[in-house]
């Protein structure tokens, strides 16, 4: 239990949960995070918060250019982030092309230069915005990918990519963080919090989120507009 | 054929001749480049001329911080680039850990906010450093978690990752060029070429370089220093 693993944290609630987990072993965590241009930058101060509560080995936060593609609502400011259930049976505008590979991309050199073999990442597939990078069958194929791509795994060493979330609900993540003690007001979840961290209330994020502490039955912590 | 294809180029020899093979067709290019903190930037430059020499209809060239890992010769300062040779039966010093599979996450957001579905990457399982993210199963790897990855691809929309370089020797690849009429002496493949992009002569990618040309038959045109 001595060997570090990565967690890649965003700052929200998902990723709040997979670090009180992986803390909760008395696993030396390297926290991974990116500022990639996102509107919700505020998620980064939140990520930059926690990783201090649970005394991370190790926060990295590294820049990325997500806006040179620009395609998504979260991070080009031309294109309005919607209200709730405008997109009932489509993936919405808020979904960034390719993040979630891009950054586990990232966490593989990180994982290889820092002799890492477990990778952590806080997605879910129950309670979420639809995007396609986080099914369980994206998961596995990147895995399947990373272990023909790396230095240390053709040469034997294992690597795998933990998903603890993705068959829950977000009423379960929020039971299980609660048992674990996280203070979800530390975190941030809404797509387009304000400077101070206070959610607007409206967006899939935020619905998703106040929908998950109503059915948990745990008062729900977000400051909100 | 109106349609754009990406095409992934470093400026060294083998993206030059992907670049060429492909505006051969008529393909409209967009190409992409890497700032990525290598020692070899003027290979960047080199990337910007052929960019030019071949009316590609865009170049994006993004930077990323692959220093902030370390761990590879040709990033980290402090790790000496190797005259060939010194490191017969294992993966080289000069590996930057992930370096395809970023580049390739970088690809997969701009083909898909540009809707294209055609990726080229100049990589060369042959005549080349032994670097795991070279190989064709690497490539199959990283296409079937892409066609995962993407709101495009789930949407039905095919996704291809080219390597037509893949099976050939260094020789092969010169003689194809040639052919084309690539001016190779426009490209640069030296992991230390200096600020006038001469070569060093010594390391992997220039031995490679100068066989190659030695068994296409055909002059070298590599400025050495």
Known sequence: MDKPVIVLLSGGLDSATVLAL????????????F???QRHQVELEA???LAAAYEVKEHRVVQIDLRAFGGSALTDDSIAVP?????PDSIPVTYVPARNTIFLSYALALAEVS??????????????????DCRPEYIQAFQAMARLA???????QPLHIHTPLIALSKAEIIKR????????SQTVSCYQADQDGRACGQCDSCRFRRQGFLQAGVADPTRYQ
Chains 1, 2 share one sequence.
């Open 22 to 33: 992986v803390s909760s072993r008395r696993q030396p965590v390297i926290a991974l995070s």
């Open 35 to 37: 500022a990639y241009g």
């Open 47 to 49: 990520a930059r918060r």
């Open 83 to 87: 209200a709730s259930g405008q997109e």
């Open 115 to 132: 002799a890492v073999t477990e990778i952590y990442l806080g997605v879910n597939a129950v309670d979420y915005s639809g995007y396609p």
């Open 150 to 156: 790396l230095r240390s795994t053709v040469s034997g």
């Open 177 to 184: 963080g609660i048992e674990l003690g996280v203070d979800y």
